[in-house]
């Protein structure tokens, strides 16, 4: 709700287009001095269009709509559509279609992708319509007691749940064989008979055909346009940039005849799915394939014919990935790398050389690449992605084997199809024809504590009834796995409504057993998917705020709970002293501590216990994770003060990580803490931070110390790990001097982050970890 709202406050804002230039000129200026903004018109080379592409309108005005005009039309679209009584599928389909076919394009003798005037995630004009639908389906299908309590418990902190759209991946397999007029051909196949008018009686299947249809128009429109500039460019343009022209038509012909026939053709299927289906139907793609498993064969088709060289390959794969770099999502887009392959072997090779070469060579942010890890991974491989990654490249290493068991056990997974599982998002996984999940719901781990101690210094908890830390702790699990369960049973109710908020036209169209069930394929339309996933909020924070408590309390009985509780209210007004030991303390999370670990383990086998495979509203389960996104931040942003030293609206600690400069006693022992959980209990994601400081990463002998915590943590159950790798120094070094440091990236949960686009608060916290770690 709180994501859908936002966007429709954006949306509305019908900005003439030269203040909306002015307006997102500013915002750059302001904001990403590394790279300003540059009006089109004076944009001559091939690096500067691609990293404004997607910050700036570089469509041609001649050709359609712009942003604010979009938003206008849509806006009366919709209302007429009301006013007639139109079903909201259809209704939904037309917007698609409207903007497919009336935005402004272009294509660039610059680039090997076209252009779209809806460039800008964050102001989608079809967001608006959806938003302000959402209020009146929520309004409908939701009890108004669900609606207070789901938005009351959002605004406290105790839990926040949106109905999310972000998590989508087509079965890339299935759809390049059959390709877009095959898809085509596939939906008329179950849809039958049309009326005499050539449309569908049933809203379902109207919807679809008129997405569909538009779809193709919208490969027509490209091919047109660039046929147009390269009649226009034929005096003035290079005879490299005629002849990227000349195969940008040829492309997009072939794609609108048929199936995908080259490398270059499946970059661009790809990217033109992900443009339509982000940006046009507000349905977020993550995953832009296995690149290099996907790649392997068009390539070596297009080299055996002698259709495309290296150096163009490479070309062409650099400016794929900058269409992301230009788009700069905060939560990076996800592509995936490597597997196995049906015989055993890796699927690491050649092609993968070259795509982890251009990676390493655009040094992005974004795409971040999902890299999966077995026993078969080739040291070359691992060697070279280990580099990549103590230099600061984004890459996420998640074990085949312990996914392969959560898939087994939650999904009833077959051996070929983990083989075959898809890595998207963040860092998750799933099946390749099922991937729709959710994130139903994110739990704060401290507002648990929080509460407890409230209620103590209120009275109404009796410090009586708690006479041991065990009695406190057992009180705590229990307030932990109602809250829990609560938010799972609200979500029931905020995820019934999915598939009549934003009904998925193009997730649909691309799953089809949706189609032969009369489903819709994000909504509840997949085959072993449709999960929920309810996310663990601060865990870490939570094992070391459960110990300070026995310490205080109970072991050096130093003050009451109710004294405690008024403390934290007064967030450790007069007693740094005490708060500053407790911050120090090595009884933490992250340590291999045995107390801290036994409490953690049972943290989490409680947490999971009230979510795995209990059924959700979507013909799916809920699963639990232990991934945070930014919650971490946001959910701490509305928690008191704890007893672990924190102070109110610090952040907590995020994933399955130790809080923030918890863990002293180096890479090992954080790796055996969290050992005790598992990617099986958490089977939407075990994800663990990895910090080390640049000497223990330092030549040859460095990977080889990577690639054993790699290793070993995927072989104790977890599912991903992910390195930062810096010095304190050198970190304020970047704080005091950002112009030297414009493109240090850091990691962040499931993403990385140009150190220069953080907070001054948050880069203090890594700064403070890092001279953790080095001591």
């Known amino acids: 709700m709180k994501q859908l709202v936002g966007f429709a406050l954006l949306a509305v804002l019908a900005l003439t287009t030269s203040a909306a230039d002015k307006k997102q000129a500013k915002r750059y200026n302001d904001t990403t001095s590394w790279d300003p903004y540059v009006a089109k018109e004076n944009i001559k080379d091939e690096a500067t269009y691609l990293r404004r592409k997607f910050r700036q309108d570089v469509s041609d005005s001649a050709t359609g709509e712009n942003e604010a005009q979009i938003v206008v039309s849509l806006k009366r679209l919709v209302t007429d559509a009301e006013k007639s009584g139109e079903d909201w599928r259809i209704t939904k389909a037309r917007c698609f279609a409207y903007q497919v076919d009336h935005q402004a394009i272009d294509v660039s003798q610059l680039d090997w992708f076209p252009a779209i005037a809806l460039w800008n ?17 929520n309004s409908k299908l939701i009890p108004k007691a669900i609606n207070d309590e789901w938005r009351r418990n959002n605004q406290s902190g105790d839990w926040n749940i949106w109905q999310d759209f972000d998590h989508s991946v087509p079965d890339w397999r299935v759809i390049m064989a059959l390709g877009f007029p095959g898809m085509k051909t596939r939906m008329e196949k179950y849809a039958g008979a ?13 919807g679809l055909r008129i997405s569909m249809d538009a779809i193709l128009s919208g490969l027509d429109r490209f091919r047109v346009r660039a046929e147009k500039v390269l009649e226009s460019s034929a005096a003035s343009a290079t005879p490299a940039r005629r002849f990227r022209l000349e195969k940008e038509i040829a492309s997009l ?25 982000e940006h046009l139907d507000a349905i977020q793609c993550r995953s832009l394939t296995e690149l290099d498993v996907f790649l392997t064969p068009y390539y070596e088709a297009d080299i055996a014919a002698g259709r495309t060289t290296e150096k163009e390959f490479r070309e062409q794969l650099k400016h794929f990935l900058w269409q992301w770099g230009s788009i700069d999502n905060y939560w990076n887009q996800p592509a995936g790398l490597g597997g196995t392959r049906a015989d055993g072997s890796s699927e690491f090779n050649h092609v993968s050389k070259i795509v982890l070469e251009v990676i390493d060579e655009c040094n992005l942010t974004t795409p971040k690449f999902l890299v999966k890890i077995a026993p078969n991974t080739p040291d070359w491989a691992f060697n070279k992605m280990m580099d990549m990654a103590r230099r600061h490249r984004s890459l996420s290493f998640i074990g085949e084997e312990p996914a392969a068991k959560a898939l087994k056990k939650w999904m009833n ?14 860092y998750e996984f799933g099946l390749r024809d099922s991937v729709n999940s959710t994130c139903a719901g994110h739990i704060n781990f401290l507002k648990v504590m929080e509460r407890m101690l409230e209620a103590f210094r209120k009275g109404d908890l009796k410090e ?20 829990t369960a609560r938010c799972r049973e609200v979500a029931l109710y905020t995820e019934k409504a999915l598939e009549f908020v934003n009904p998925a036209n193009m997730m649909t169209l691309s799953t089809d057993y949706a189609m ?23 865990l870490g924070t939570a094992v070391d705020s459960l110990l300070a408590v026995k310490e205080i309390v109970y072991d050096r009985k130093e003050m009451s709970l109710s004294a405690l509780g008024q403390l934290m209210a007064d967030n450790w007004k007069g007693r ?21 670990n036994e409490i953690g383990g049972e943290l989490i086998a409680s947490y999971a216990d009230e979510i795995n495979g209990k059924p959700n509203a979507r013909n799916g389960k809920f699963i639990a994770s232990g991934h945070s996104a930014r919650q971490f931040i946001d959910l701490a942003l509305k928690t008191g003060a704890t007893p672990d030293g924190r102070k109110a609206g610090d952040e907590m600690s995020k994933n399955l990580s130790p809080t923030m400069g918890a863990d002293t006693e180096g890479a090992t022992a954080l790796v055996e803490t969290l050992s005790h959980g598992n990617a099986t209990q ?7 931070d990895m910090m080390l400081h640049p000497s223990v990463c330092a030549g040859e002998k460095g990977i080889e110390v990577m690639k054993a915590l790699v290793r070993r943590f995927h072989k104790n159950g977890g599912s991903v790990m992910q390195f930062t790798v810096f010095s304190a120094e050198e970190l304020k070094d970047a704080q005091r001097h950002p112009e030297k440091y414009e493109n240090l990236q850091v990691r962040v949960c499931g993403w990385n982050v140009r150190w220069n686009d953080m907070s001054k608060i948050e880069q203090d916290k890594y700064i403070e970890r890092a001279e953790r770690i080095q001591h």
């Open 121 to 137: 995630r964050w102001r989608r004009p079809v967001s608006g319509e959806i938003g302000r639908h959402a209020w009146k389906t």
């Open 194 to 206: 049309k009326t005499a008018d050539g449309k569908y009686a049933d809203p379902y299947w109207e």
């Open 253 to 277: 012909k072939r794609l609108r005849n048929g199936k995908p026939e080259t490398a270059y053709d499946m970059m661009m299927f790809v990217w033109y799915y992900f443009m339509l289906s």
């Open 413 to 426: 997974a077959t051996d070929e199809e983990c083989r075959l599982m898809v890595c998207r998002g963040c």
């Open 464 to 483: 009586s009834d708690y006479p041991a830390f065990a009695d406190f702790r057992a009180e705590y699990v229990r307030r932990l796995r109602a809250i």
């Open 516 to 538: 032969r069930n009369h489903l819709d394929g994000f909504a509840n339309g997949c085959r072993k998917g449709n999960n929920s996933a309810i996310l663990a909020i601060g």
């Open 576 to 596: 740094e002293d005490l708060r500053l030991r407790m911050l120090r303390s090595k009884c933490k999370w992250g340590n291999n501590d045995p107390i801290a």
């Open 682 to 688: 958490m089977p939407g994601d075990y994800p663990i």
